[in-house]
């Protein structure tokens, strides 16, 4: 067997037992409960954060895991607030972020950075720094649209899909 000891980060942890992010991630779940598509849960979260990972080791990008993972954790967390004040989700999750950010240890240049990554992850044409191309990226192909039951009533357009496995 192999022995793998694996780091726990504080930050990260901060970020997901904070009261603004315990909240909105409720409301998220409360709102997308009988959601037929992709769902915007600790999972999805999860993945984005991974592939963010992934994407980076290979390219040799040096962008620390806190930064990936906070920005990952993050990026859709403004859902709730769009759900309920019709306020875009990726406005709506940078202002969280720049609420929770701070009482989980990150540095006023690192919020910044996070940020700005998600604020502009939504819109490939907006994407000039790393962070904010690998977050967009990795938010797309954290969805398994090629084996969705729900893939004939989705409002994505091909393009957007992932109609294939890629790695």
Known sequence: MINLELNVSKRINKIYSNEVFTKNLADILLHENKRVFCK???????????????????????????????????????????????????????????????????????????CNAIQDHRNITQL?????SLLYVS????????????????KWTNDKMNLEIKY
């Open 40 to 114: 915007h849960n600790m999972e999805h979260f999860l993945d984005v954060a991974r592939i963010m990972y992934i994407i980076t080791l290979e390219n040799n990008f040096s962008i620390s895991k806190d930064i990936i993972y906070a920005c990952a954790i993050l990026h859709d967390i403004g859902r709730a607030k769009e759900y309920k004040e019709g306020i875009e989700h990726h406005i709506a999750s940078a202002s969280l972020a720049k609420e929770i950010l701070p009482s989980c240890d990150f540095t006023n240049y690192e919020i910044d950075i996070i």
């Open 128 to 132: 000039d720094n790393i962070l904010s």
């Open 139 to 154: 938010d797309k192909l954290s969805r398994n649209c090629f084996s969705c039951n729900a893939i004939s009533s989705c």
